[in-house]
Nanobody
Framework: QLQLVESGGSLVQPGGSLRLSCAAS????????VAWFRQAPGKEREGVSC????????YYSDSVKGRFTISRDNAKNAVYLQMNSLQPGDAAIYYC?????????????????????WGQGTQVTVSS
């Protein structure tokens, strides 16, 4: 069974940092493009970052560029999202999503419909 499991969400103060993890089971992430999405209450789910299967190319939304860093460790079958300088506007449930790189559409990397496999999400709260 193909499964993605996120972890690392927590309560953090403004200006703080968190590292989210997305662990895959049942398939090998090396051949998959993986994205991080987030969804705040009452808002649409938005793509914040993406990494292609073989690494080396990353995408970031304007709202997180320079603060968030996506990385992957194919040996551990995991993708990470390092989040620095967190702001209250970053508070949301964060999801990782994946699709085979061979059918991934880079023009729509931020569209949730681009991805087939989803985790259950991890809560990030930014508050003093």
């Amino acid at each position: 069974q193909l499964q993605l499991v996120e972890s690392g969400g927590s309560l953090v103060q403004p200006g703080g940092s968190l590292r989210l993890s997305c662990a895959a089971s049942g398939f090998t992430l090396a051949g998959y493009t993986v994205a991080w999405f987030r969804q705040a209450p009452g808002k649409e789910r938005e793509g914040v970052s993406c990494t292609i299967g073989n690494g080396g190319v990353e995408y970031y939304s304007d709202s997180v560029k320079g603060r968030f860093t996506i990385s992957r460790d194919n040996a551990k079958n995991a993708v990470y999202l390092q989040m620095n300088s967190l702001q209250p506007g970053d508070a949301a449930i964060y999801y990782c999503a994946a699709i085979q790189s061979s059918v991934w559409d880079p023009w729509n990397w931020r569209d949730r419909n681009t991805y087939v496999y989803w985790g259950q999400g991890t809560q990030v709260t930014v508050s003093s």
